[in-house]
C-alpha cells in the first residue's frame, strides 16, 4: 500500500500537511493530518476505486449537515483523494470489546448505533429505495459523546436489513466472539432499530449468518467458527441461540 508521505512529497497542494497519524485500512491510504494547523483526514484511494471514493463523497456532502458523519472539504478527483474533518474519539470496536466497560454502558452505545442507523437510513431514503452505508463493522465507528460513522466508500443503493445484519455479525465476531453478552447485545441492537424503523427488518437471522460467512475472506484462521455459528445462527434462529446460552 502506498504512504501518505509520497502524496504529500509529489503534489504541490499538499506539501505543508503534517501526518498525526496514519490510519488503517484495508483498500486505500488513510492518514490524520493538519493543514493549515486545522485537523483533517486525507483519504487516498487507489486508481481503480474511483467509484468508491465518488459514493463516499455523495453521501458526505448530503449527510453531513443532519448526520453524524464527517464533513467533507474537498474532492481532488485528479489525485483519487478525499479531504474530510478529523473525528477525535474512540473506536467503538474497542469499547464495546473491552472487558473493563461496563455492560450498562455497551448497552447504552448498541442503542445509540441503533439509532444511527435509523437516521442515515431515514435521511437517504426515497419513495422506492434506500441508501445504505455498506460495510457496517463496530471498526467504522467513533464515539466521543455522540457515534460517528465513518468510512463509506462501499455506500449504495440497498434494503436495511444488509447494514443491520452485517452490524449484527460484527457484533457477534469481533473477539471475544459469540459469547453471551454478545449476542444479548445483538438482540438489544435489532431491538432498538425495530423501535426507530418499525417494519423494515423480518426474519434476519438468515441474513445475520449470510454476513458472518462473509467475513472468512478476511479472517481465514477463524473459518471453522464463523461457519459453526453461522450454521447455528441459519438453522435455529437468534433468539433460540439467545435462549440456550442462558
Given at each position: 500500500m502506498?504512504?501518505?508521505?509520497?502524496?504529500?512529497?509529489?503534489?504541490?497542494?499538499y506539501?505543508?500537511?503534517?501526518v498525526?497519524?496514519?490510519?488503517?485500512?484495508?483498500?486505500?491510504?488513510?492518514?490524520?493530518v493538519?493543514?493549515?494547523?486545522?485537523?483533517r483526514?486525507?483519504?487516498?484511494?487507489?486508481p481503480?476505486?474511483?467509484?468508491?471514493?465518488?459514493?463516499?463523497?455523495?453521501v458526505?456532502?448530503?449527510?453531513?449537515?443532519?448526520?453524524n458523519?464527517?464533513?467533507?472539504h474537498?474532492l481532488?478527483e485528479?489525485?483519487?483523494?478525499?479531504?474530510?474533518g478529523?473525528?477525535?474519539?474512540?473506536?467503538?470496536?474497542?469499547i464495546?470489546?473491552?472487558e473493563n466497560?461496563?455492560?450498562n454502558?455497551?448497552q447504552k452505545?448498541?442503542?445509540?448505533?441503533?439509532?444511527?442507523?435509523a437516521?442515515?437510513?431515514?435521511?437517504?431514503?426515497?419513495?422506492?429505495?434506500f441508501r445504505i452505508?455498506?460495510?457496517?463493522?463496530?471498526?467504522?465507528?467513533?464515539?466521543n459523546?455522540?457515534?460517528?460513522?465513518?468510512?463509506?466508500?462501499?455506500s449504495?443503493?440497498?434494503v436495511?436489513?444488509?447494514?443491520i445484519?452485517?452490524?449484527c455479525?460484527s457484533?457477534?465476531?469481533t473477539?471475544?466472539?459469540?459469547?453471551?453478552?454478545?449476542?444479548e447485545?445483538?438482540?438489544?441492537?435489532?431491538?432498538?432499530y425495530?423501535?426507530?424503523?418499525?417494519?423494515?427488518?423480518k426474519?434476519i437471522?438468515?441474513?445475520?449468518?449470510?454476513?458472518?460467512?462473509?467475513?472468512?475472506q478476511w479472517?481465514?484462521?477463524?473459518?471453522?467458527?464463523?461457519?459453526k455459528?453461522s450454521?447455528?445462527?441459519?438453522n435455529?434462529?437468534?433468539d433460540?441461540?439467545l435462549?440456550?446460552?442462558?
Amino acid at each position: 500500500m502506498r504512504d501518505i508521505a509520497e502524496l504529500i512529497q509529489n503534489v504541490s497542494k499538499y506539501k505543508d500537511a503534517i501526518v498525526q497519524v496514519r490510519l488503517k485500512s484495508k483498500k486505500n491510504t488513510v492518514a490524520y493530518v493538519t493543514m493549515d494547523e486545522k485537523p483533517r483526514v486525507l483519504k487516498w484511494f487507489v486508481p481503480g476505486l474511483k467509484k468508491q471514493m465518488k459514493a463516499e463523497y455523495e453521501v458526505l456532502k448530503e449527510g453531513s449537515s443532519k448526520l453524524n458523519i464527517p464533513t467533507i472539504h474537498d474532492l481532488d478527483e485528479e489525485n483519487n483523494l478525499l479531504i474530510m474533518g478529523y473525528i477525535a474519539g474512540e473506536n467503538l470496536c474497542d469499547i464495546i470489546n473491552n472487558e473493563n466497560t461496563p455492560t450498562n454502558e455497551k448497552q447504552k452505545l448498541i442503542v445509540l448505533l441503533a439509532k444511527w442507523f435509523a437516521d442515515f437510513h431515514n435521511h437517504f431514503k426515497t419513495q422506492v429505495q434506500f441508501r445504505i452505508r455498506g460495510d457496517p463493522t463496530l471498526r467504522n465507528f467513533i464515539f466521543n459523546d455522540k457515534i460517528w460513522g465513518v468510512d463509506f466508500e462501499e455506500s449504495r443503493m440497498g434494503v436495511p436489513s444488509e447494514d443491520i445484519a452485517g452490524a449484527c455479525a460484527s457484533i457477534l465476531s469481533t473477539d471475544p466472539m459469540f459469547t453471551k453478552e454478545k449476542f444479548e447485545l445483538c438482540k438489544l441492537f435489532l431491538e432498538s432499530y425495530e423501535k426507530s424503523a418499525p417494519g423494515r427488518i423480518k426474519n434476519i437471522s438468515n441474513e445475520i449468518a449470510y454476513a458472518i460467512l462473509e467475513k472468512i475472506q478476511w479472517r481465514p484462521r477463524d473459518e471453522e467458527v464463523l461457519r459453526k455459528y453461522s450454521k447455528i445462527i441459519k438453522n435455529y434462529g437468534l433468539d433460540k441461540v439467545l435462549s440456550s446460552t442462558r
